[in-house]
C-alpha cells in the first residue's frame, strides 16, 4: 500500500499570508496526485489534480508542485474562505489519503 | 449536471445490517468509478473501495476488504455500500465518489451518509 503523510497537521495563519502544505508519498507515485480542501460538514472539494493542474473554477491562489514522492500546495495569499482542511490523495495506485492539513486562524 | 446522491442517516445497533446509496445522475453512470470514502469523527478521509457499475469489477483497500460489501445497480445507477454486522466503530459519515478510472483523482462527491451504530 502506498501511504501518505502531511505535514504539518494544523497550520495557524493570518489573512494575506502565503501557506504551503506538503504532502510525501512512500513510495513514486509519478505526478498522480490530487489536493482537496474540505470545511466542517461538507464532502471535500477537488482543488489540484495531476499535481499541479487547477481544477476548474478553482481560485488561482491556489497551486500545486512536485512529482515523485514529494508535493506541495501553496494558497499564495490566504483569504477568508480558504481556513478549511486540506487532504492530499495519491491515485497511482487506487486512492490513498493524507492526514489532513487544518488551516486555522492565527 | 452530475449528482451523486446518497441516502439518509441511519441509526443502527450493533450486530443489524445495513446497505445505504449512492444514486448517479446527469452522466453516463456506467463509464465512471464509484468509490467509498470513510470519514470517522474528527478523523480525516480513508478509501474504502471502489467498484465499476458497467461491468461490477470491484476492488477493496485490505483495511475493508472482508469487513463490507460494494455492489451496483447500473439499470438504477445507484451504488451500495453494505455491511453484514454493524459495530461501534462503523460509526462514521461515508461519502461516495466518482473517479473516470480506478486510479483518478475524485471530480463529484456525494453529500455524505452519517451512520451511527450504538446500543
Known amino acids: 500500500d502506498i501511504q501518505m503523510t502531511q505535514s504539518p497537521s494544523t497550520l495557524s495563519a493570518s489573512v494575506g499570508d502565503r501557506v504551503t502544505i506538503t504532502c510525501r508519498a512512500s513510495q513514486s507515485i509519478s505526478y498522480w496526485l490530487a489536493w482537496y480542501q474540505q470545511k466542517p460538514g461538507k464532502a471535500p472539494k477537488l482543488l489540484i489534480y495531476k499535481a499541479s493542474s487547477l481544477e476548474r473554477g478553482v481560485p488561482s491562489r491556489f497551486s500545486g508542485s512536485g512529482s515523485g514522492t514529494e508535493f506541495t500546495l501553496t494558497i499564495s495569499s490566504l483569504q477568508p474562505d480558504d481556513f478549511a482542511t486540506y487532504y492530499c490523495?495519491?491515485?497511482?495506485?487506487?486512492?490513498?489519503f493524507g492526514q489532513g492539513t487544518k488551516v486555522e486562524i492565527k | 449536471e452530475v449528482q451523486l446522491v446518497q441516502s439518509g442517516a441511519e441509526v443502527k445497533k450493533p450486530g443489524e445490517s445495513l446497505k445505504i446509496s449512492c444514486k448517479g445522475s446527469?452522466?453516463?453512470?456506467?463509464?465512471?468509478?464509484i468509490g467509498w470514502v470513510r470519514q470517522m469523527p474528527g478523523k480525516g478521509l480513508e478509501w474504502m473501495g471502489i467498484i465499476y457499475p458497467g461491468d461490477s469489477d470491484s476492488r477493496y483497500s485490505p483495511s475493508f476488504q472482508g469487513q463490507v460489501t460494494i455492489s451496483a445497480d447500473k439499470s438504477i445507477s445507484t451504488a451500495y455500500l453494505q455491511w453484514s454486522s454493524l459495530k461501534a466503530s462503523d460509526t462514521a459519515m461515508y461519502y461516495c465518489?466518482?473517479?473516470?478510472?480506478?486510479?483518478?483523482?475524485?471530480?463529484?462527491w456525494g453529500q455524505g451518509t452519517l451512520v451511527t451504530v450504538s446500543s
Open positions: 446527469g452522466y453516463s453512470f456506467t463509464n465512471y468509478w
Open positions: 490523495q495519491q491515485y497511482n495506485s487506487y486512492w490513498t
Open positions: 465518489a466518482r473517479g473516470t478510472s480506478s486510479s483518478s483523482q475524485i471530480d463529484y
